[in-house]
């Protein structure tokens, strides 16, 4: 990494101003890696060791940023778009924190999106081995048979020849050309229950996220942000490490 001017790494530190800082340097207060400091020296926070007094200083930890966000139907899950089109970034411009959307959501679904600046969960949350489950309502426009109920409970072939994993299906209510079911995947392919009921011949006609992990939407409404409560993000911690 680059190395930062010793100054802003005692006051990153909360150990002084930048000034006092320097101050503490010009005094020969300050060692790196043993040897007294002086003013002009740059380090690596992960591998020098610097002391003031002889007290071993390190970074206080970044607070980062957890939120839930209800995106609408018709916004882009990215941070900015090349065709100009609405994406989450227009919501989240009175938040300090440059957070950015943790997995996708198609334009034409809704519902629970989380946002982070937090770039190691994002990745682990995301990988295909950590199998956090999601749960969507689905409103199809057909009245399944049983044995595509089964069929996509227990995984279908997709347009690109993947089968899906097991997935928990419940259904909701039930018309004559209308189901509502409750689909938990433990994956997520590219517009996956999109796929998943076209493969057994149901068009999707809504599709909202209402569970990523612990995270529930809840009262938010399309356009909503709200910040994760401490348990919530104990429990993605957990999922992401396992």
Same mark, same amino acid.
């Given at each position: 990494?680059?190395?930062?001017?010793?100054?802003?790494?005692?006051?990153? !530190?909360?150990?002084?101003?930048?000034?006092?800082?320097?101050?503490?340097?010009?005094?020969?207060?300050?060692?790196?890696?043993?040897?007294?400091?002086?003013?002009?020296?740059?380090?690596?926070?992960?591998?020098?060791? /610097? !002391?003031?007094?002889?007290?071993?200083?390190?970074?206080?930890?970044?607070?980062?940023?957890?939120?839930?966000?209800?995106?609408?139907?018709? /916004?882009?899950?990215?941070?900015?778009?090349?065709?100009?089109?609405?994406?989450?970034?227009?919501?989240?411009?009175?938040?300090?924190?440059?957070?950015?959307?943790?997995?996708?959501?198609?334009?034409?679904?809704?519902?629970?999106?989380?946002?982070?600046?937090?770039?190691?969960?994002?990745?682990?949350?995301?990988?295909?081995?950590?199998?956090?489950?999601?749960?969507?309502?689905?409103?199809?426009?057909?009245?399944?048979?049983?044995?595509?109920?089964?069929?996509?409970?227990?995984?279908?072939?997709?347009?690109?020849?993947?089968?899906?994993?097991?997935?928990?299906?419940?259904?909701?209510?039930?018309?004559?050309?209308?189901? /509502?079911?409750?689909?938990?995947?433990?994956?997520?392919?590219?517009?996956?229950?999109?796929?998943? !009921?076209?493969?057994?011949?149901?068009?999707?006609?809504?599709?909202?996220?209402?569970?990523?992990?612990?995270?529930?939407?809840?009262?938010?409404?399309?356009?909503?942000?709200?910040?994760?409560?401490?348990?919530?993000?104990?429990?993605?911690?957990?999922?992401?490490?396992?």
């Amino acid at each position: 990494m680059d190395k930062l001017r010793l100054q802003k790494h005692i006051a990153d !530190c909360g150990a002084a101003s930048r000034r006092g800082a320097e101050e503490l340097i010009a005094a020969g207060r300050v060692t790196v890696n043993g040897v007294t400091a002086k003013l002009g020296d740059r380090i690596d926070p992960a591998r020098d060791v /610097v !002391c003031v007094d002889g007290r071993h200083l390190r970074q206080k930890r970044r607070e980062r940023t957890y939120l839930a966000f209800y995106k609408p139907r018709g /916004v882009v899950t990215t941070m900015q778009d090349e065709l100009g089109r609405l994406c989450v970034a227009s919501y989240v411009k009175s938040i300090p924190a440059r957070v950015f959307p943790v997995g996708r959501l198609d334009r034409d679904s809704e519902g629970l999106v989380l946002l982070t600046d937090d770039g190691d969960l994002a990745n682990r949350l995301t990988h295909p081995g950590a199998r956090v489950p999601k749960t969507y309502r689905v409103t199809v426009g057909e009245r399944l048979t049983a044995d595509k109920l089964s069929a996509l409970r227990d995984g279908v072939r997709l347009d690109d020849g993947y089968v899906t994993l097991p997935a928990d299906v419940e259904v909701r209510d039930a018309e004559e050309n209308r189901m /509502v079911l409750r689909i938990t995947l433990y994956e997520g392919k590219n517009r996956q229950i999109r796929r998943m !009921c076209e493969a057994v011949g149901a068009p999707v006609l809504l599709l909202k996220r209402e569970t990523v992990g612990p995270v529930r939407l809840s009262k938010l409404k399309p356009g909503e942000l709200r910040p994760l409560t401490a348990a919530e993000i104990k429990l993605l911690m957990s999922l992401g490490n396992e």
